[in-house]
């Protein structure tokens, strides 16, 4: 039996010009609001003993998931079908009364989640230890830091013993010491069966915690399934967005448009080969793959085949050059076609792609043999992704061991 | 119904929440829970030397001189919980936005903490009240274990009020400021600062559709004149029960877009 079953969910704000007009929409049946979808088609399972990652920009929704998941608010349309007791950490002590000590604050917090005194008695040292207050549990909790506040709402949140635990980003707030803590109890949590919704910015501990993810754009699930996967495509999303220079794609063609009589030499072709094509038109390469690339010039009959050649760099969207080489740098001549002098072709090939997850292109550069004057140039072309099949991060994946110390 | 399971399952919370409102008025002071009886004793005691010393207000029927300081408290202090509940509840989702928006505490508790507050208060008030009244009137009688009925008949009254006004407050924010003004005229209108005989007689039948008057007349009936209650008890216990139900209703049929708005 799955923990969490959401079907079709969907979340709608309402804004009104004023409150009245919501009340008068229910007694007159006319429509004063403007909607705002902030959840839109939500469609997903979280299986006991499984911990599902949520990730997405600010404002794609999250929020609104996580607390339609706790129960704080409900859906516009779709279905939730939840299995268990859910205990969630949304915001900082939400529901916590500030000028109440945190031990009554204890009391509060596990009575509202549906505890009996009973129950609470017996749990109230075990939350007191864990949150490791000590004697700041008779204080009111409005002079705790941030750290103190988010302790108390973990211990609190996680001793009742919840089915499905949701955890927004608030876990960052406490120190390093709190954080291992709490993720060890949470990995215990997993191992007991218990299922796990996590949110979180570090796209690196999602990627480390959860089996399976979901990544929201603007209220819809964007891409879901295997973490890595889903962060590799979300974090190709976020480089797109951060990237220092916008290139547009220069295609082929728009270059065979330009004034040929002007150039005495410029590319007709650039493509990859043997690459797996899928659905959504991008080339998608797995770290170590060879990769190669076939990159078809013309030249000028007065122009010498030596004094034309290729440099070829590779760029992640994000504008980050990876890597860079050049027909000059390593004493390579073009080839020359048979039938045609002036056809010059060349095949660049790597024979271990060893780039990690991340969203590339090529800016292909025809240039002369002092390497200064630049006839022509393709840049941001020939797509392609590489997906990673381990957690390393970076931009490079480099041969490495480790070894005992002497 | 499966609200009302939802609301029971939540008892315990409920006693704390309603621990936490009472303490919350008096966290911090020196006198703490004292205050609590202080405030109806200090009423009693000024409003004796007021009315029976200096003014010494005399109400056809009641020769004591203390009798009417009595006769006021004892519809009054029913009346200040009925308002009290009122008040307390058309602030409540107001105060209670992050409970309503952060937990998942049924909506219906919200409003209700506060208003169960005033029975404690009310009690008190009344315990003082039943004292002073055997100690300056002599006056006692079995007709006293009646007044837990109407505590909770006034609270019926006030709860079913208590909820058209929490979410009303939220969408017509002017309800609050208006409150007050309309439950100063409710004080006024029923008699409780002067007997109903001094009501000319073309105001009787509409003093009687007053819940209000029968339910005050109830508590001065078994207190002061230890006597069974008029007959318009029944009516004002129906009048409750009804509107408490239609309060309920109302109150879930207009709490979810009442949160967009706190």
């Not at chain 1, 997405?56 to 779709?78: C, E, F, I, R, Y």
């Not at chain 2, 200096?54 to 203390?66: D, F, H, L, T, W």
């Not at chain 2, 100063?184 to 009687?208: D, K, Q, R």
Request: hydrophobic share 50%; aromatic share 10%; charged share 15%.
């Amino acid at each position: 039996m799955s923990a969490l079953i959401a079907t079709d969910l969907a979340k709608a704000y309402r804004r009104y010009n004023k409150p009245i007009d919501s009340l008068k929409e229910m007694l007159f049946r006319r429509q004063y609001h403007e909607q705002f979808w902030a959840l839109n088609g939500v469609s997903f399972r979280c299986e006991p003993g499984e911990v599902l990652g949520v990730v997405g920009d600010n404002g794609a929704g999250k929020s609104s998931l996580l607390k339609l998941l706790a129960g704080t608010m409900q859906p516009t349309q779709g279905e939730l079908i939840v299995n268990g007791r859910v205990s969630a950490i949304l915001e900082l002590g939400s529901g916590f009364h500030p000028d109440f000590t945190g031990l009554e604050n204890i009391h509060l917090g596990c009575a509202m989640l549906g505890l009996s005194a009973a129950q609470i008695a017996a749990k109230v040292d075990d939350i007191i230890d864990f949150s490791e207050l000590a004697d700041f549990i008779h204080q009111p909790v409005k002079t705790y830091s941030s750290g103190m506040f988010v302790r108390l709402a973990f211990s609190v949140v996680t001793s009742v013993d919840p089915d499905i635990l949701v955890v927004d980003e608030a876990l960052s707030v406490g120190d390093q010491h709190f954080q291992k803590k709490s993720m060890d109890r949470m990995m215990a949590f997993k191992d007991q069966g218990k299922a796990l919704v996590f949110c979180s910015h570090s796209l690196y501990h999602v990627k480390a915690l959860c089996k399976r993810a979901i990544w929201l754009d603007k209220g819809v699930i964007q891409a879901q399934g295997n973490s890595g996967e889903v962060i590799d495509q979300y974090n190709d999303h976020i480089r797109m967005q951060n990237r220092v220079s916008v290139a547009k794609p220069v295609q082929s063609e728009s270059v065979e448009k330009t004034d040929k009589g002007q150039l005495t030499a410029y590319l007709v072709d650039a493509s990859l080969l043997r690459a797996k094509q899928t659905g959504d038109d991008v080339v998608i390469y797995e770290t170590g793959d060879v990769f190669r690339v076939k990159v078809v010039a013309r030249k000028q009959g007065s122009l010498a085949v030596d004094d034309v050649h290729i440099g070829i760099v590779i760029k992640r969207n994000d504008g980050v050059q990876c890597f860079g080489a050049s027909t000059i740098l390593d004493g390579v001549s073009l080839f020359a076609d048979e039938r045609d002098k002036n056809q010059l072709g060349v095949i660049y090939e790597i024979a271990e792609l060893n780039l990690l997850s991340g969203h590339y292109s090529l800016d292909i550069w025809l240039i002369d043999n002092t390497s200064v004057h630049i006839y022509n140039a393709m840049k941001s072309c020939c797509e392609f992704k590489v997906r990673q099949p381990g957690t390393e991060v970076g931009v490079i994946y480099l041969e490495h061991q480790w070894s005992a110390p002497i | 119904m499966t609200i009302v399971k939802n609301v029971f399952s939540h008892t315990h919370a409920l006693r704390l929440l309603i621990a936490r409102d009472l303490s919350s008025r008096y966290k911090g002071t020196i006198l703490g829970v004292f205050w609590l009886f202080l405030q109806p004793l200090m009423m009693v005691v000024v409003y004796s030397f007021v009315f029976s010393v200096i003014m010494k207000v005399r109400i056809p029927g009641m020769e004591n001189s203390y009798h009417f300081a009595l006769y006021l408290m004892t519809a009054m202090m029913p009346f200040f919980a009925f308002q009290d509940a009122i008040l307390a509840a058309s602030n409540s989702l107001f105060t209670g936005s992050s409970l309503l928006h952060k937990s998942t505490l049924p909506a219906l508790l919200i409003p209700l903490v506060p208003m169960l507050t005033t029975v404690v208060t009310e009690i008190i008030a009344l315990v003082i009240i039943v004292l002073a009244t055997f100690l300056l009137l002599k006056q006692v009688s079995w007709y006293l274990l009646l007044l837990p009925v109407l505590i909770l008949i006034r609270l019926c009254l006030s709860i079913a009020m208590g909820y058209m006004v929490a979410t009303l407050s939220v969408f017509i924010q002017d309800l609050r400021q208006a409150l007050g003004l309309l439950l100063t005229v409710l004080m006024f209108l029923t008699p409780i600062l002067y007997p109903v005989s001094m009501i000319p007689a073309e105001f009787i039948p509409m003093n009687n559709l007053n819940p209000m008057y029968h339910l005050l007349d109830a508590y001065r009936a078994v207190i002061l004149r230890g006597e069974m209650p008029d007959i318009g008890l029944v009516y004002v216990a129906g009048f409750s029960v009804a509107m408490l139900f239609f309060g309920i209703y109302f109150f879930q049929k207009t709490i979810t877009r009442a949160k967009d708005f706190v």
